[in-house]
């Protein structure tokens, strides 16, 4: 089993203080995020990385960029952009980045995050940012990558087409997507009544909390 204590937001330590005071006093989850995944192909046809694309709800995003237009033009340019992607993976690294690779049932290590970036589109921030993994795995039926947040602070969705890709030569497998169960209305209500500033969830609810997953394997023939 996989036990993180909950990440306090994508941003450094000091800037996750100011985004906790500025929500409100209660409910589980804090930010939102649409998410997709791009599943990196070697030249063996192994997993050797897996790319995360993260677009997050306009009052983080919002939150995340306050100050960061330094030459005062009204835009926020990739170079404005560049400290808070390393901050983000900085603060992500304490927290596996939301993202395991599964293989018989055994977690397989990750490298550290490489092409990771910023985009402001829309008044959305689009994280990207890849992870290769230190030792490519075998595209077979026990391959699985998840990706969550044992904590519920951040809640991923997404959608039930085009979840998933993959880059690489392997026109024969296909990437599928199953999503999580939906949490009850009991459990939803408990999670609600959790105070901002309190980021570990009560055991009670971790074990509905890691059944968020959000799960993706390849089919080969």
């Not at 070697?42 to 919002?62: C, G, K, Q, Y």
């Not at 595209?139 to 997404?158: G, I, M, Q």
């Not at 999580?180 to 570990?200: G, S």
């Amino acid at each position: 089993m996989r036990t993180i204590p909950a990440i306090a937001c994508l941003l450094p330590a000091a800037a996750g203080g100011l985004l906790c005071a500025a929500m409100p006093a209660g409910a589980h989850p804090h930010v939102f995020a649409d998410g997709h995944v791009v599943l990196d192909l070697d030249a063996r046809h192994e997993l050797a990385a897996v790319t995360n694309i993260w677009t997050f709800d306009p009052a983080f995003s919002a939150f995340a960029v306050t100050g960061l237009d330094t030459n005062g033009d009204g835009r926020l340019e990739s170079a404005e952009l560049k400290p808070l992607a390393a901050q983000s993976m900085d603060s992500l690294k304490d927290y596996h980045f939301f993202t395991w690779a599964m293989q018989g049932g055994r977690e397989t290590e990750f490298a550290g995050p490489r092409d990771y970036s910023y985009h402001l589109v829309g008044g959305r921030l689009i994280l990207r940012f890849t992870m290769p993994l230190k030792a490519p795995l075998a595209l077979d039926k026990d391959l699985k990558v998840e990706v969550f947040d044992p904590e519920y602070f951040v809640a991923y969705t997404f959608p039930k087409r085009g979840a998933v890709e993959i880059d690489g030569n392997a026109a024969s497998c296909t990437a599928v997507y199953t999503p999580p169960k939906e949490l009850d209305d009991a459990i939803m209500a408990k999670l609600a009544a959790i105070p901002a500033d309190q980021h570990d969830l009560p055991p009670a609810l971790q074990d509905a909390a890691l059944g968020l997953a959000h799960i993706f394997t390849v089919a080969c023939p």
